[in-house]
């Protein structure tokens, strides 16, 4: 469960609530795994000529799980990388500030869409 993995409070699964399966390689091994999110909006297939590298955001925004920046359909999306989210060693996420700038909101995960890469 990404909320858990995120340090956000548990929800109710409603008719939202999905499972994406991610394809997790490390050397010569494969495997499969599913990961519970709130919802899913919209499902992309991002080149990686359409990939740029994270800009800086400022702040406490904590880009060690962010891959990158996907510009599609004349739009932006940041790219979680979901290899360093599951990866047993950073299994302990920062919590960092999600809130509008100027805002006085608490913290919690980049507070932008995502959309996992394979």
């Known amino acids: 469960e990404l909320r858990a993995r995120f340090g956000l409070e548990a929800v109710t ?4 609530t999905c499972i994406i399966v991610v394809d997790q390689s490390k050397g010569d091994r494969s495997t499969l795994m599913g990961i519970l999110v709130d919802a899913v909006s919209e499902v ?4 990686a000529e359409e990939i740029q590298e994270s800009p800086a955001f400022g ?17 932006v999306r ?17 919590t960092v500030n999600t809130a509008p ?4 909101a608490g ?3 980049a507070g932008v869409p995502m ?3 394979s």
């Open 115 to 117: 959309s996992p890469v």
């Open 101 to 104: 700038v100027g805002s006085s």
């Open 44 to 47: 992309l297939d991002i080149k």
């Open 78 to 94: 940041i790219l979680l990388d979901i290899e360093r989210v599951l990866d047993s060693e950073a299994n302990r996420l920062p």
């Open 107 to 109: 913290p919690g995960p």
């Open 13 to 16: 699964d409603d008719e939202e």
């Open 59 to 75: 702040g406490n925004v904590n880009l060690d799980f962010i891959l990158g920046i996907g510009k599609v359909k004349g739009g």
